[in-house]
């Protein structure tokens, strides 16, 4: 297989993305391309204040409107399950969080803005919305808990009634490692301490969320088309704890996908909304959220409040970390929300360093705010972002270089055990950070900072180390942890009589090229075209039980099933050949798409073997069964732990606070690469999302819970002149040692490699111009950059 | 109730809207040319981008009525006549420039329009043109590197990255 090039097709080629040819021709199928026959339309009425009781809700103008089909309200989900959460914490007592109900419309109370109340089911959408109009609500407004602080005091208003209060669980980490943490930090010779606030963020695929459900009168069987990253887990959850659907009757597809970011894990209201109402009013019904619901409806992101601690010891070596945080929750806890802070978290705080001790202190709180979860990197960049800029912060307290001190504390000797429970396979944080160097031209900046202090501006230099968890598993070991799920993946490779081949997959893709990445693997363990090879997903009557992609699993969980029910293929394929040759299995080998006989010039083309497989005439029918179609579960005995150290350059015009990014370099270690030109589209995408957390994005409540950024009028998104070109470079790879590819993870690195080292840019730009600003809290907007440059 | 009758991808096609029907929903709803899609509410995202009588227009800030008489032309119109790529088309697929492909077929009309009337563009020109489209998933640094190869100027192929 010709390698790194444009032309091959098998592992390490940057092979062209053949789903890109639909795409670019607007022959993509996303959900809200999909239409049913007969269709109806569904406008949700939302909540408008942020918390809320229901007095009343009439209905009686509307349901005489023109096109209405059906109105439901709260009371039609009585007896119905809520929606519900995939993961329970236990908290540092031994008690489990707080869990609270979350009906699918809303149940005495509104609890945030954009709570779905009632929904109308019409012919036609603006029937719909024009009906929903005519709904008169009754809804006394309640003081609302926004922000954390003054939701966890006595007297906070109560997001549940029936909750004791608004902590959901107060979370410790290790908790055998506080009495040590604390006499570290006690005896240390220097402590840096840092307060920093997380910024709430939307995660905003470009594809609003969209749910189609229809349902067969004649085999009671549902059909539901949605935007997830997850179908099976759709199925799971919605049928058996929301609607009580046998997995048998209900079918979820999740079709072409516009970006996930993590939002599109969760199980929603809509969905299960839409597959309710498809049998209760025999009517297919749609739903296609528009913008403005996505921001007041999709789960946010991020937004935790921490304080950290690094103490050092004398020669300046990392003794201890202890960090506070409080995370919120939102109203409700959407599927995975618990897990974030926590499992995701905690266990990340090590980060790339021998600290020898660490202890995490994790409260989660709930709000009158829509739910918080998983969103790009999930944890872990909270958790790098805390250690990063800390680390950054004692390197100017301690006045020494900040590479320098990475570079001292760096773990060097693998496997390595961290104090926080998770172990690390391998890993080359040195190599890394001298790619980067090279990459990001470290040398030059002293020059690039006096031509722009020539204009007048201030320059500044951030670099930053991460580590990720990715693949989170084994299945075993998160149940102990309170996942209420597997993380395994499936597989399987269907081999057709005239050998080609589809596999079916239980990864997902909204974006990240696996119909082009997963037939590389394929096609170089079989030696045939990769043309030959199709791939599967996103369908639950296709495939068998699959986890779906979240945390950089796909290839590195999804790509291991593949690549095992491969190796069973090739077994039964073999012995079908050793049969055809008159040989002995084991002198079988396959090559280049023939199978030959070792010592022989003996060959049978991998089409006759297949031939054979399905036209059983001359078959050892005895030993084997006819067909060749395999299947395999995969079940990772540890994550993988990619790892890499990035470089932004600022630019900052003390006129206006404004900050440009001028250069960004990441260097990662992702272990082994199926196709290059993808993994850096990967980091690329990354790299600007944190470049906007970092500097444009906010996702803002007034004090009565009002979302104030709730458009993209108001919640800056970066656009095209917001970044610059990106140096990425995957060179240094230490391959994951427990995983048959080697592969370790790389779609969300660059989102948790990258807000550090923007932030420390702008902080050294500023104390470049004579700013003793020690710390900014994201986004450094101009006007908090100028106040921070006013003192 | 009104009756509008435009050219699309150059065939006449005439329908009964609602006054309030916007060009998009004309396109993705009547006409099921669905390669046009819905990013946003706020006229803030460019995944809606056809051209009207030849310019880029975002077809969210547009009724359907507007175009009573034009000329539009849609994503689904832009591949060669033989089916394959066009030379915009071709290079963000050579270039990576997309991912999900949901902000791709506004990113294409866009870039068709930018090239029109500046065939060379610099990058910054590039970055500033496509202010009003909106990506996620690619961070513009392929998208960009596909429109500057689309005008014919040199860029390093992405086996070389
Ligand atoms: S849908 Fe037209 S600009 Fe977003
Ligand atoms: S490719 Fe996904 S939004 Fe641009």
């Known amino acids: 297989m010709p390698k790194d090039s444009a032309t091959g097709t098998g592992i390490g080629a940057s092979t062209k993305r053949r789903e890109d040819v639909r795409f670019l021709t607007g022959n993509g199928n996303y959900t809200d391309d999909i239409n049913v ?73 509104v609890r945030h803005v954009g709570d779905p109340v009632a929904a109308v089911v019409a012919d036609s959408l603006a029937e719909a919305r024009d009906a929903a109009e005519a709904i008169i609500l009754d809804i006394e407004e309640l003081p609302a808990a926004v922000n954390m602080k003054a939701a966890l005091e006595p007297d906070a208003p109560k997001v549940h009634d029936d909750l004791s209060d608004n902590l959901c669980y107060d979370w410790g980490f290790v908790e055998e490692n506080k009495g040590a943490v604390d006499e570290a930090i006690k005896n240390a010779a220097h402590v840096t301490t840092l307060e920093l606030i997380n910024n709430r963020l939307v995660a905003n695929p470009m594809e609003p969320r969209v749910a189609v459900a229809d349902w067969n009168r004649s085999n009671d069987e549902y059909t539901l088309y949605t935007t997830s990253q997850n179908p099976h887990v759709i199925r799971l959850l919605m049928g058996a704890f929301v609607l009580g659907i046998p997995e048998h009757k209900l079918r979820v597809v999740a079709p072409d996908v516009g970006g996930g970011f993590g939002t599109k894990i969760f199980h929603y209201a809509e969905e299960a909304f839409c597959t309710f109402a498809a049998k209760a009013c025999k009517r297919p019904v749609k739903w296609t959220s528009t ?30 970390i202890r960090t506070e945080t409080l ?47 998983a969103y790009r990197g999930a944890g872990r960049p909270e958790a790098t972002y805390q250690l990063e800029r800390v680390i950054d912060m004692a390197a100017r ?82 149940g102990q942890l309170g996942a209420r799920a597997g993380l395994y993946e499936s597989a399987t490779v269907r081999v057709n009589a005239t050998g080609s081949i589809s596999v079916m997959t239980g990864s997902h893709s909204h974006g990240q090229g696996h119909e082009t990445a997963f037939p590389q693997v394929v096609a170089e363990m079989l030696g045939i075209d990769a043309s030959m090879i199709d791939i599967v997903h996103g369908d639950t009557a296709r495939g068998p039980m699959g986890m779906g992609t979240y945390g950089s699993r796909s290839l590195a969980v999804g790509g291991s099933a593949m690549v095992r029910a491969t190796e069973k293929i090739i077994n039964k394929a073999k012995k079908i050949a050793a049969h055809l040759m008159e040989a002995s299995e084991g002198d079988i080998e396959l090559k280049n798409g023939q ?64 900050v440009t990014v001028e250069r960004f370099s990441a260097a990662d270690d992702f272990g082994n690469i199926i196709n290059p030109m993808i993994v850096s589209g990967q980091v690329h995408g990354g790299i600007a999302q944190g470049i906007g957390q970092a500097l444009l994005e906010n996702c803002i409540y007034d004090e009565n819970g009002q979302l104030l950024s709730a458009s993209y009028m108001d919640y800056a998104m970066p656009r095209a002149d917001d970044v610059p070109f990106y140096a990425v470079d995957h060179s240094c790879q230490t391959p994951c040692t427990h995983n048959p590819l080697g592969v370790k993870g790389c779609g969300e690195a660059g989102a948790i490699g990258s807000p550090p080292s923007v932030i420390n840019a702008v902080i050294d730009a500023l104390q470049s111009g004579g700013h003793k600003v020690a710390h900014l809290d994201m986004p450094a907007s101009p006007s908090r950059v100028w106040a921070a440059m006013q003192g | 109730m009104a009756k509008v009758a435009m050219t699309v991808n150059g065939k006449s096609v005439s329908r009964e809207v609602e006054g309030r029907t916007l060009l998009v ?25 056809v051209h009207v009588n030849g310019e880029a227009v975002k077809a969210c800030t547009m009724f359907a009525l507007e175009a009573e008489g034009a000329e539009v032309t849609t994503i689904e119109a832009m591949a060669n006549e033989d089916g394959s790529l066009n030379v915009v088309q071709q290079a963000f697929q050579d270039y990576h420039g997309l991912q999900c492909g949901f902000c791709t077929p506004g990113m294409v009309m866009s870039a068709t329009s930018l090239l029109k009337d500046n065939p060379k563009p610099t990058e910054q020109e590039i970055r ?16 960009i590197k596909a429109i500057m190869a689309a005008s014919g100027q040199d860029m390093p192929s992405m086996a070389a990255e």
């Not at chain 1, 059983?616 to 995969?634: K, Q, R, S, V, W």
């Open chain 2, 128 to 143: 500033d043109y496509l202010e009003g489209n909106i990506c996620r998933c690619t961070g513009y640094h392929n998208i």
């Open chain 1, 37 to 109: 026959h007969g269709q109806a339309y569904v406008h949700f009425l939302r909540s408008d204040v942020a918390h809320g009781r229901i007095n009343g809700i009439d209905t009686s103008a509307a349901e005489g409107m023109p096109g209405v089909v059906r109105i439901f309200t709260g009371k039609d989900f009585e007896g119905i399950g809520g929606l519900p959460c995939g993961w329970q914490v236990t908290d540092k007592h031994g008690e489990v969080m707080k869990e609270p109900g979350h009906p699918v419309l809303a149940q005495g109370k």
């Open chain 1, 291 to 320: 913008r403005s619901e996505a921001f007041m409806s999709d789960a946010h992101g991020r937004d935790h409040v921490t304080k950290i601690e690094l103490a050092l010891d004398k020669d300046n070596n990392f003794t201890a």
């Open chain 1, 397 to 478: 307290e301690l006045g020494v270089d900040p590479i320098a001190l990475r570079r001292q504390n760096f773990i060097t000797e693998f496997p390595y055990a961290t104090p926080v429970a998770v172990e690390y396979d391998t890993g080359n944080y040195p190599a890394t950070m001298d790619k980067l160097e090279e990459i990001a031209d470290l040398a030059g900046f002293d020059a690039r900072r006096k031509e722009s202090e020539a204009k007048g501006k201030l320059r500044g230099l951030g670099v930053n180390c991460y580590i990720e968890a990715c693949g989170i598993a084994p299945s075993n070991l998160v």
């Open chain 2, 25 to 49: 929903q004309f396109l993705r709803d009547d006409l099921r040319l669905t390669g046009t899609h819905v990013g946003c509410d706020t006229s803030q995202c460019g995944a809606c981008v």
């Open chain 1, 327 to 373: 995370a919120n929750m939102g109203a409700y806890l959407s599927t995975f929300a618990p897990s974030v802070p926590t499992w995701l978290h905690g266990t990340l705080m090590a980060g790339n360093y021998k600290t020898p001790n660490i202890y995490v202190n994790v409260k989660a709180v709930f709000t009158n705010t829509v739910p918080v979860d």
């Open chain 1, 595 to 658: 199978f030959t006989v070792a010592g022989t010039d003996k060959s049978v083309a991998w089409g006759d073997v297949t031939l054979a497989a399905y036209v059983p005439h001359n078959y050892p029918l005895d030993d084997i069964e006819p067909g060749l179609e395999e299947t395999a579960f995969y079940d990772p005995s540890n994550f993988t732990y990619p790892s890499g150290a990035y470089a932004c350059e600022v630019e900052l015009d003390p006129e206006t606070g404004k």
